[in-house]
């Protein structure tokens, strides 16, 4: 047996609802013992760091019940079981931000909470933008917000932006294209 893997016993499914599962699973060590593991099964979701041709930025500003604030995001979304991540990402671009990207490249995947969901992130960069109607989900309420990627990416250090897939966006981006 992998000294590091743990197995599957038994699987126990706790709440099934409209976004995720949660379980709390039998699994066994690596050393032989028992344990238990709850976690968060979910679909994943995509994401895209919009950047124009003036280098400014496009984040989505919405309020968001856990944290009882307004969040600054990249524009991002759930990925349906079984949907292309890069057309999930191009997909929620077009309906937060009213936006197409002509060129679209992949930033990376984030896991955001590995102890305990098994979500997954994909980020890409959208560049060659131009303008295509938005149409919000029933139910979302959010702003579009321009920056200039400098202003956003002092954000991101200074911590006024806090969420971790448009950190991870702004920083993969200063690293592989700004120069």
Do not use: W
């Amino acid at each position: 047996m992998d000294r590091l893997e743990e197995t599957k016993v038994r699987g126990n499914l706790i709440y099934d609802g409209r976004i995720m599962q949660v379980y709390n699973d039998e699994i066994r060590l690596p050393d032989g013992r028992s344990a238990y593991r709850e976690y968060v099964n979910h679909s994943g979701g995509c994401a895209m760091l919009a950047v124009d041709m003036d280098d400014n930025v496009y984040l989505v500003e919405q309020y968001r019940y856990p944290y009882g604030e307004r969040v600054l995001e990249i524009p991002a979304g759930k990925r349906e079981v079984g949907e292309d991540p890069k057309l999930c990402a191009i997909r929620e671009l077009g309906e937060e931000c009213g936006l197409k990207a002509e060129q679209v490249d992949e930033l990376g995947i984030l896991y955001p909470t590995v102890g305990y969901s098994n979500e997954k992130i994909y980020i890409y960069l959208g560049r060659g933008l131009s303008k295509t109607d938005a149409h919000l989900d029933d139910g979302e309420f959010l702003a579009v917000r321009k920056f200039p990627f400098d202003k956003a990416y002092a954000m991101a250090m200074d911590g006024t932006i806090k969420d971790a897939k448009t950190v991870v966006a702004l920083l993969k981006y200063a690293a592989l294209y700004r120069k």
